[in-house]
């Protein structure tokens, strides 16, 4: 019995830390890009943001930029771009999935 209610308890609160990951990932993300300014560095956009981004210099790039950082994590909808010429910013868009 006594064993029931700590299971209970553990997965209740591994529950509560995975819930709450998602808004406070969510909300550095948002603060984090909104310090990111036209102009800057990749170097500086990544010590706002953070260096877990994928580089995107392909077709799967959503602005019209050589290079794309894309910043986004599971389950949330948005997808925080930041498109570089060079190693300097030239555009930025929150994109947000249907």
Same mark, same amino acid.
């Given at each position: 019995?006594?064993?029931? &209610?700590? +299971? @209970?308890?553990?997965?209740?609160?591994?529950?509560?830390?995975? =819930?709450?990951?998602?808004?406070? /990932?969510? &909300?550095? @993300?948002?603060?984090?890009?909104?310090? =990111?300014?036209? !102009? %800057?560095?990749?170097? +500086?956009? #990544?010590? #706002?943001? !953070?260096? /877990?981004?994928?580089?995107?210099? %392909?077709? +799967?790039?959503?602005? %019209?930029?050589?290079? #794309?950082?894309?910043?986004?994590?599971?389950?949330?909808?948005?997808?925080?771009?930041? !498109?570089?010429? !060079?190693?300097?910013?030239? /555009?930025? #868009? =929150?994109?947000?999935?249907?």
């Amino acid at each position: 019995m006594i064993w029931r &209610h700590k +299971t @209970l308890i553990l997965v209740l609160v591994i529950v509560a830390a995975v =819930v709450s990951y998602i808004p406070v /990932r969510a &909300h550095f @993300l948002s603060a984090s890009f909104e310090r =990111v300014q036209i !102009g %800057d560095s990749a170097s +500086t956009v #990544e010590s #706002e943001m !953070g260096s /877990r981004f994928v580089a995107v210099s %392909d077709k +799967t790039r959503f602005l %019209d930029a050589p290079l #794309e950082y894309q910043y986004y994590f599971w389950p949330n909808p948005q997808v925080w771009v930041v !498109g570089f010429n !060079g190693n300097v910013v030239v /555009r930025k #868009e =929150v994109l947000v999935s249907p």
